[in-house]
């Protein structure tokens, strides 16, 4: 069932229902699935919906979280890991839960080499410049050395579910220097903003596998680049859930802001 499209403009978007997510259909070009909505997340719903056996058969790249919000989620090359609270990296099963997850089969139409560094505001800024508009949605990933990446995970909640805004108030945060690893996200546009989160939101694991979190803060000193344009999103809702309403007000991207970035 087609989703009023003026909610994410130039991104088409096709509701899934659960019996849906079974198809065994071969994996489709340049489309991003998720289950759930980051208002849902926000509001502190937390239960997992989607396996990643399920979610494995929708992509090999991307990012989310777990059951209980019990840390962050990196999907990379088709392996899929869990940075928990500790900061450590651990491989994921496929019968644990997702409650917010965004996957794509990754396959990029850009690449390039960055030899200046740079930190994590001025890589969004390259960014916007290499994509152009806010229209559509880009998977971005990025291979390369850092003088530092500052992270973050969140610890397993327990209901009832405190909102997302009062868990990362607690967020254990984590200082990685000198590191080699991978940067991999999402720009989602401005419209969309409710469903996702709008802007740039990323992930990090170290090249060893060992350790990560949500993306806090970069500094870049060189890596290969590469772009992935999305066409199409096919979202899945778990029950209790609705679509959002589009609500793209200074006071919502600041209340994202404070939880995505801060």
Known sequence: MPVDTALIGALHVEY???RDLHSGEEHLHHTLFQTSTIDALLEGKYDGD??????????????????????EMIA????????RADGRAYPIGGRERTPFAVVTFFEPNLSLTLD?????????????HLVGGD???????????????????????????????????HQPVFE??????????FRFPLHAQGLNVAGYHFHFITSDRSAGGHVLEIGLLSGELQIDAEADLRLELPPGVALPTPDTTDAKKEALDHIERE
Not at 116 to 128: A, F, G, K, Q
Not at 149 to 161: A, I
Not at 176 to 185: F, K, M, Q
């Open 176 to 185: 990685l220097r000198e590191v080699s690893g991978s940067l991999i996200g």
């Open 16 to 18: 899934l229902k659960r």
């Open 50 to 71: 989607v396996s990643f056996a399920e979610l494995a058969d929708r992509g090999d790249f991307g990012l989310g979280t777990f059951d209980a919000l019990d840390g």
């Open 116 to 128: 200046t560094p740079m930190n994590l505001e001025t890589l969004c800024s390259r960014l916007d």
């Open 76 to 83: 990379l090359d088709g392996d899929f890991y869990g940075v």
């Open 135 to 169: 229209a559509s949605c880009y998977a971005v990933r990025l291979d390369g050395t850092f003088d530092h990446v500052k992270t973050r995970s969140v610890p397993r909640q327990n209901k009832p579910y405190p909102s997302l805004a009062e868990v990362v108030k």
